[in-house]
């Protein structure tokens, strides 16, 4: 069974910092998902990394995924209020039995940014 | 183009009630998936549905059921209501037929069960 696993669970940090969120999944697959949770909200879709080596930046944060180390990060620069949030990875992964398509999600990681 | 709606956005249930929750995808979505989210918990797979058959169930009792409907939208029924029910319940859509598979979330149903 696939698993994914987030690190940090929670995140501390001042305005001005870089941190990065790392996404370790258990089994092959080329499709991985960020979103964001804002506190009561549903989830928005931040990146979609589709290849190995893929790399995409949006503002302050960058996500990249290295499909052979089945790892994937989530970097923030000069970190500011707003970013305040949950993070979520999602792993895309195609069941080779049945050909099901699950999507299985981190544990998440809740950012708190200190101005 | 709409997004994913679902209602309603608050239910207050009691214990042993039934709860049904809805969901309408996005024009040509096919795919919805129901999630629950308890308080400060991670995102539970509940159900998934396709073309209007359930494809795959998460590690949920049989009360938790739905169906889909013709025109894609989707319901989630919870009957025999528990305390541990109270969560946010998300429906999600995609679209299998494009490479991305990404997933489209709605607002969710937040559920107490008193």
């Known amino acids: 069974e696939l698993k994914v696993e987030q690190n940090p669970l929670f995140l501390s940090m001042q305005e001005g910092k870089n941190y990065t969120i790392y996404c370790d999944y258990s089994t092959t697959s080329d499709r991985l998902y960020w979103y964001r949770q804002d506190p009561g909200k549903s989830l928005e879709s931040l990146f979609v990394l589709l290849s190995n080596g893929a790399v995409k930046q949006e503002g302050r944060l960058m996500a990249s995924l290295d499909t052979k180390a089945r790892l994937s990060t989530l970097h923030i620069t000069a970190a500011v209020h707003d970013l305040s949030a949950t993070y979520f990875c999602?792993?895309?992964?195609?069941?080779?039995?049945?050909?099901?398509?699950?999507?299985?999600f981190g544990t998440g990681t809740r950012l708190k940014v200190l101005a | 183009e709409a997004g994913v709606t679902q209602s309603p956005t608050h239910l207050i249930k009691t214990r042993g009630q039934q709860a049904t929750l809805r969901c309408s995808p996005i024009s040509g979505h096919t795919s919805v998936y129901w999630y629950q989210q308890a308080l400060g918990l991670g995102l539970q797979f509940l159900l998934w549905y396709d073309e209007g058959e359930e494809r795959n169930r998460g590690n949920f009792p049989p009360r938790f059921s739905g169906r889909q409907f013709p025109n894609y939208s989707s319901e989630l029924n919870v009957n025999a209501l528990e305390l541990e029910d109270s969560a946010l319940y998300l429906c999600?859509?995609?679209?299998?037929?494009?490479?991305?598979?990404?997933?489209?979330f709605g607002p969710g149903t937040r559920l107490t069960v008193t």
């Open positions: 999600a859509n995609s679209r299998l037929a494009l490479s991305k598979y990404e997933q489209y």
């Open positions: 999602a792993v895309g992964w195609r069941q080779t039995t049945s050909g099901t398509y699950k999507y299985i």
